[in-house]
């Protein structure tokens, strides 16, 4: 159980970073650029941890303070509940709303950690990450919530038996599309959007503070594409050798990641903070509710129209 | 080794004729891409690791420069762009100015021209990132006598958030 454990921190880590590299060098490709070595959110976490921190005086310390730790460490436990490359977690504690809170927590660090800068674009990007979280969870929490009625279990181990979108594809096309929002990228970068707020919470931040709270948000941009592969994918294809398995998952998430998030970042500017809202909670939350509806009133339209394929 | 990988910058424009900020906006296009090294623009001078400079220091300039420096956190470089932070360029001997870049801040890579090319701006952010391997965190927190003069003093520059009134034109 130890050993499973430091595989999944020491795996979900690499794997976070090398994301942010491959992200970055997509990206550039789209843009015609040639874009940085795909080690390269490695180079910038350990120089940030070797510089200097600074705290401003107009801050409350310790709140500046404890929400990168508090970013970073809800990311280490929701790593250790989510399947990871592995057909069970590697603690078997946690369940599926244990994990939905856990991905909120870097948003709310964020909140916490821009409202104690003192900085008024700390403040602007606090209230703009609010927005954001309201905006994307709500389509993502009625799909999850459709798979685990029709999963008949919480158990993020019994729910990923099953690979969801072949029974309930709008749920996961609902959920898939939020994933840019819970990047943080481009088009909905709004709570950073370095051209217009100057990073917003970020903005005081420097050092090892700043690595750790980047490194919480790449985390969860890692665990949140792992939560939708085990849920939607399911975990039946990992029956390789453990390092096979490693890289079928994390081919998975590239692909979720490079499709969804980067094309995308590249290739669209940044969006007004009330249009968010707008966004989210017409077309991917109705996707996701009609799901529901119909999974409650019994339809069960994939077999009705893909009987002869066995599903 | 891994500063010299990512350097992040922080550009400031300390009274420049905008031709040095063309080409330092140029460093990020597909043409010279700058990213390929790590180059980062970052909007907060916290997050910053180099400072590139473009312009002779103005007077109003000075007390905003030196603050910006200091909030650098160390290890930090800088690096003149353009003939004007190196001598004054065209300007020198203008009333409004108080000198050259390396009498306020000290000054770690020159990069000469008016303006300089983009990929010598590129090599002197490069220079400067390899410079920051050697440095300490802790040491070098080269505080310049001219921020605590800026420091003590009544200064314009105000970083608390200003009420309405203190706008000029807010009453209108």
Not at chain 1, 145 to 151: F, Q, R, S
Request: hydrophobic share 50%; proline share 6%; charged share 15%.
């Amino acid at each position: 159980m130890i050993a499973s454990i430091v595989v999944a921190l020491v795996y979900a880590f690499v794997a976070a970073l090398l994301l942010q590299g491959i992200r970055r060098i997509v990206v550039a490709h789209s843009q015609f650029r040639k874009g940085p070595s795909i080690f390269q959110a490695f180079y910038d976490f350990f120089k940030l941890m070797s510089k200097e921190s600074l705290t401003p005086n107009v801050t409350s310390p310790l709140l500046f303070n404890l929400a990168p730790i508090l970013s970073v460490a809800s990311m280490l436990v929701a790593a250790l509940i989510i399947p990871l490359a592995a057909s069970t977690s590697a603690v078997s504690v946690g369940d599926l709303i244990v994990v939905i809170y856990l991905l909120a927590i870097p948003p709310i660090a964020l909140i916490l950690g821009g409202s104690a800068s003192g900085s008024p674009y700390g403040a602007i990007g606090a209230a703009r990450e609010v927005a954001l979280l309201i905006a994307y969870e709500t389509p993502f929490i009625v799909a999850m919530v459709t798979v685990a009625l029709a999963a008949g279990s919480f158990q993020l181990n019994t729910i990923s038996a099953t690979a969801w979108i072949s029974v309930l594809p709008l749920a996961a096309i609902a959920a898939i599309w939020t994933l840019p929002a819970a990047a943080a990228v481009q088009p909905f970068d709004i709570a950073e959007a370095p051209t217009e707020i100057v990073s917003g919470p970020y903005v005081e931040y420097s050092g090892p503070n700043l690595a750790l709270l980047q490194l919480g948000q790449w985390l969860k941009i890692f665990l949140y594409a792992s939560l939708i592969a085990a849920v939607f994918f399911g975990t039946a294809i990992y029956h390789f050798q453990p390092a096979v398995n490693f890289v079928i998952q994390f081919a998975i998430i590239v692909l979720l990641v490079s499709a969804f998030i980067a094309f995308w970042q590249a290739t669209s500017g940044r969006t007004r903070v009330t249009r968010v809202l707008k966004y989210y909670w017409t077309v991917p939350t109705m996707l996701a509710i009609i799901d529901l509806v119909l999974y409650l009133a019994g339809v069960r339209y994939m077999h009705f129209l893909f009987g002869w394929a066995g599903l | 080794m891994f500063r010299a990988r990512s350097p992040w910058v922080y550009f400031i424009n300390t009274g420049s004729c905008n031709g040095c900020d063309i080409e330092v906006l140029a460093i990020q296009s597909p043409r010279y891409s700058a990213e390929r090294y790590g180059v980062l623009r970052v909007g907060s001078p916290r997050h910053a690791d180099v400072l590139v400079v473009t312009g002779p220091v103005t007077k109003r300039m000075e007390d905003r420069l030196t603050m910006i420096y200091e909030q650098i956190p160390n290890p930090k470089a800088v690096v003149a762009v353009g003939s004007c932070p190196t001598s004054n360029g065209i300007f020198d001997g203008g009333y409004s100015l108080t000198g050259p870049l390396d009498t306020v801040i000290p000054v770690d890579v020159y990069v000469m021209g008016c303006p300089p090319r983009p990929l010598n701006i590129v090599s002197g952010i490069l220079k400067a990132a390899k410079m920051l391997d050697s440095r300490r965190k802790g040491k070098g927190g080269r505080r310049t006598a001219r921020f605590d003069e800026a420091m003590s003093k009544e200064t314009t520059v105000d970083l608390k958030f200003q009420s309405s009134d203190n706008v000029p034109g807010a009453e209108e």
